[in-house]
């Protein structure tokens, strides 16, 4: 596709490097924008980059959070007897849609795959255990609600096994109302809630 | 939908705003930016306000371009004798990338629409009757290349009332082998082209 202007052309360019945003969507939001007012460029140019500059994590889970205690952490009326462990901030997003879990989280930041040179050590494991095995622990439970894709499968493996040897701790996995291979934000709000409720308690290995 | 943080969720309700972008789209497009290296989003966010800060129009056809005279107006290898007239930018790039016109364009900026409130004043339609009556013009033909809906229609036949009255000038529009109400931008690249080629030269009325 030829462009009449290099502006175009370098928006075009970084647009479709979105997941998802093909040349032709692109070019469709860019006119989009020529057409608007420039302060929608403006707040949208200025929103994106404040986003990614200022964005900071909660220290103990690891969500998203605008202060070093997250929202969810910060709140005494949760049930700090209970950790849901997900692979990434949107599954957190889409569990508390449900509105079926009053517990906390912990975010890993992706799940183990060797085929992309993602190890243990690049998620939040040992974060995880120390907040499970740290002096003074509330934690009777931790909730495996990571997705049934292979790799999900490998990491809530990995976790069990590491998680097994503490007798005071429940391990448990969301139940399988999600489809085998399917991803956990894909699941309608129903389903995934159901999942929650109905988790399974883990044998121990 | 709930948010963790205020920056996602300004970067969320910005990214929404745009044509065909849902709040789920959106919110998976900020996780994407979070994820990536900073510069992802700093190039991003830097080409979308230049686009929209720096953009230029051509002077004599209104087509984007990053110098006062565009790149297909400075050509003189094109044939000037023959005036394309479209409703928008993305109508010129759809037609040069069929490689079958090779003479002049004119953007009329949008379609006349009294419903949106947009009269031939505020379309580029002086412009084009100065382009086509001034001292010197070489201009021999012009092609209505607008697309079939109500308002393209509408536009059509009041440029080919303001047109029929200069006896040096054929007035043409582009082979319906569009389907009627089709957009122009998504036909394809065949059907485009055999429509410029198999242009019709309007009777005069
Ligand atoms: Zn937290
Ligand atoms: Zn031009």
Do not use: W
């Amino acid at each position: 596709m030829e462009f009449p202007s290099k502006l175009i052309e370098n928006a075009v360019g970084e647009l479709s490097r979105l997941p998802g945003i093909g040349k032709k969507t692109a070019l469709r939001l860019a006119l989009h924008l020529l057409k608007a007012e420039t302060d929608t460029t403006a707040s949208l140019a200025e929103a994106l980059a404040k986003m990614r500059f200022e964005i900071r994590y909660c220290d103990t889970c690891h969500n998203i959070s605008d202060t070093p205690e997250c929202a969810i952490c910060a709140n005494q009326l949760r049930d700090q007897s209970t950790v849901c462990v997900v692979s990434d901030i949107r599954d957190v997003i889409a569990i508390e849609n449900t509105a079926q879990y009053q517990g906390m989280y912990h975010v890993l930041g992706g799940v183990i795959s060797p085929i992309e040179g993602i190890g243990p050590a690049d998620l939040t494991i040992d974060s995880l255990l120390e907040r499970v095995t740290k002096e003074g622990s509330e934690i009777r439970e931790v909730i495996l609600a990571i997705s049934p894709t292979m790799e999900g499968d490998t990491t809530a493996f990995y976790l069990s096994r590491k998680l097994r040897d503490l007798p005071e701790v429940h391990v448990s996995s969301i139940a399988r109302g999600i489809p085998m291979g399917g991803e956990l934000e894909y699941a309608d709000e129903i389903t995934l809630g159901r999942s929650i409720v109905e988790r399974q308690r883990q044998a121990r290995q």
